[in-house]
């Protein structure tokens, strides 16, 4: 960098800097002291928290401290570890909670049967050697003495709910998904068009047809893939009839009727495997595990009328509360077996 763009580099700073001051703190400034002079003494000296302005993009991960033995999160820890019978009821209770999950789960429900009942269940308790993950963010402090730049914490949930916002996978997924199945249907319109394929796309009966199939059977693929469609009927046999007569005589559907039934036949594929996607994709945000709360992980197995389901569980259990943490706690099936299986084909 050569001397003159160092000085108009320092100079543009200063610029920046002063205008900044003069256009974005003092209004703030002169703000806060006429709202703190209206103030009432008595609210003032109560109220003595400076106003925090956040900034984006200045939000940090602190590193985890380690429990130490002083703590009172470790001699919670140590109370627990003696209560054998303490520890046996937290395994049950998270298996008993896991079971009224799945009976209350609708697809489970109705794939699986509603008289579900507890088989077995593999759950182990671990006492974290280290706290969890703190997050601060940057800003403007003010008072009526000073205006600075200082930190303050934030909660962990807010944090990992704006890191999802500002990266949507799962809405990225679901739009290639669409934009992937469009394209395609344009393809083979316009290859139907000029005679070189012989399989149009569904009309919108054949795929209002295929959705109703596919909510008989909801369950996503384990592989994450879209589930296929059932392949398409006979043009032929499910063309559309009016059976209104005006006048005495046959009726046929106007221009806009048309039109929009034509959008309608040519959108709603894409849109299904849009949801089918976005429903395999997107996960709710799970939050870290409270300070001095108690791992607790393993499988829970459910015995269904008509299937076995195995499940594994993560969750924290918070000793002085003597519950579970319910942002947390993380409930995933992982094996799914039907009692009576037939051939394929």
């Given at each position: 960098m050569t001397c003159r763009?160092?000085?108009?580099?320092?100079?543009?700073f200063v610029i920046g800097w002063q205008i900044y001051s003069q256009v974005v703190l003092a209004p703030l400034g002169h703000a806060a002291g006429k709202a703190l002079e209206e103030m009432p003494d008595e609210d003032h000296d109560e109220d003595s928290q400076p106003f925090f302005i956040p900034f984006p993009l200045t939000t940090q991960q602190l590193a985890p401290q380690p429990y130490r033995g002083n703590s009172p999160e470790w001699a919670e820890f140590v109370k627990f570890s003696k209560d054998q019978q303490a520890a046996k009821r937290v395994r049950e209770d998270l298996a008993q909670f896991v079971l009224s999950q799945a009976t209350r789960h609708p697809v489970l429900a109705m794939k699986c049967g509603k008289e579900m009942k507890l088989r077995r269940f593999w759950l182990d308790v671990d006492f974290p050697q280290m706290a969890p993950p703190e997050f601060v963010r940057s800003g403007l402090e003010i008072t009526d003495d000073y205006i600075a730049w200082a930190q303050?914490?934030?909660?962990?949930?807010?944090?990992?709910?704006?890191?999802?916002?500002?990266?949507?996978?799962?809405?990225?997924?679901?739009?290639?998904?669409?934009?992937?199945i469009m394209i395609e249907d344009h393809v083979?319109?316009?290859?139907?068009?000029?005679?070189?394929s012989t399989n149009p796309p569904p009309s919108l009966e054949q795929v209002l047809a295929q959705h109703s199939q596919q909510m008989k059977n909801p369950i996503p693929s384990k592989d994450g893939t879209q589930p296929s469609l059932p392949?398409?009927?006979?043009?032929s046999k499910s063309s559309t009839k009016d059976k209104t007569s005006v006048d005495g005589e046959e009726g046929e559907m106007n221009q806009a009727t048309k039109t929009v039934m034509s959008l309608q036949a040519h959108f709603i594929r894409p849109m299904m495997a849009f949801r089918a996607k976005f429903g395999q994709t997107w996960k709710p945000v799970k939050d870290f595990m409270p300070r001095g709360s108690i791992l607790v992980t393993g499988l829970v197995e459910v015995d269904a009328p008509k299937a076995w389901l195995v499940f594994d569980v993560k969750a924290a259990w918070k000793p002085?509360?003597?519950?579970?943490?319910?942002?947390?706690?993380?409930i995933q099936l992982r094996r799914f077996q039907m009692k009576k299986q037939g051939p394929v084909s």
């Amino acid at each position: 960098m050569t001397c003159r763009q160092v000085a108009l580099t320092t100079v543009a700073f200063v610029i920046g800097w002063q205008i900044y001051s003069q256009v974005v703190l003092a209004p703030l400034g002169h703000a806060a002291g006429k709202a703190l002079e209206e103030m009432p003494d008595e609210d003032h000296d109560e109220d003595s928290q400076p106003f925090f302005i956040p900034f984006p993009l200045t939000t940090q991960q602190l590193a985890p401290q380690p429990y130490r033995g002083n703590s009172p999160e470790w001699a919670e820890f140590v109370k627990f570890s003696k209560d054998q019978q303490a520890a046996k009821r937290v395994r049950e209770d998270l298996a008993q909670f896991v079971l009224s999950q799945a009976t209350r789960h609708p697809v489970l429900a109705m794939k699986c049967g509603k008289e579900m009942k507890l088989r077995r269940f593999w759950l182990d308790v671990d006492f974290p050697q280290m706290a969890p993950p703190e997050f601060v963010r940057s800003g403007l402090e003010i008072t009526d003495d000073y205006i600075a730049w200082a930190q303050q914490p934030v909660d962990s949930l807010t944090v990992l709910r704006q890191r999802q916002a500002l990266w949507p996978t799962a809405m990225a997924a679901s739009t290639w998904t669409f934009t992937k199945i469009m394209i395609e249907d344009h393809v083979k319109r316009i290859a139907n068009a000029f005679g070189l394929s012989t399989n149009p796309p569904p009309s919108l009966e054949q795929v209002l047809a295929q959705h109703s199939q596919q909510m008989k059977n909801p369950i996503p693929s384990k592989d994450g893939t879209q589930p296929s469609l059932p392949p398409a009927l006979d043009s032929s046999k499910s063309s559309t009839k009016d059976k209104t007569s005006v006048d005495g005589e046959e009726g046929e559907m106007n221009q806009a009727t048309k039109t929009v039934m034509s959008l309608q036949a040519h959108f709603i594929r894409p849109m299904m495997a849009f949801r089918a996607k976005f429903g395999q994709t997107w996960k709710p945000v799970k939050d870290f595990m409270p300070r001095g709360s108690i791992l607790v992980t393993g499988l829970v197995e459910v015995d269904a009328p008509k299937a076995w389901l195995v499940f594994d569980v993560k969750a924290a259990w918070k000793p002085k509360e003597k519950e579970f943490d319910a942002q947390s706690m993380h409930i995933q099936l992982r094996r799914f077996q039907m009692k009576k299986q037939g051939p394929v084909s």
